[in-house]
């Protein structure tokens, strides 16, 4: 059974930064494409980034240019860092697999407040 922990989240001002951390189980993803998600109260979750398995990144337009994705294979292991945070960045983050998810994890709530 494969398990996802991510880890990281916090309160953090406006413009401040974050990194998010995703631990996998159970499972090596290393030839997967992995995916950080959001959702906020009363929305629907959001894809942000993505990484391929051979490392090409691409980001959804309210992120690019202030988040970046990154994975250690090694480690199973994939990360978010967030800069330049905006309170509309506030959700619960999780990470997964783009296709053929695994179990959803209980995600880290990042919350950008002053």
């Known amino acids: 059974q494969v398990q996802l922990v991510e880890s990281g989240g916090g309160l953090v001002q406006p413009g401040g930064s974050l990194r998010l951390s995703c631990a996998a189980s159970g499972s090596i993803f290393s030839g997967y494409a992995m995916g950080w998600y959001r959702q906020s109260p009363g929305k629907q979750r959001d894809l942000v980034a993505t990484?391929?398995?051979?490392?090409?990144?691409n980001y959804a337009d309210s992120v690019k240019g202030r988040f970046t994705i990154s994975r250690d294979n090694a480690k199973n292991t994939v990360y978010l860092q967030m800069n330049s945070l905006k309170p509309e960045d506030t959700a619960v983050y999780y990470c997964?697999?783009?296709?053929?998810?695994?179990?959803w994890g209980q995600g880290t709530q990042v919350t950008v407040s002053s």
């Open positions: 997964n697999r783009v296709r053929s998810p695994y179990p």
């Open positions: 990484i391929t398995s051979g490392g090409n990144t």
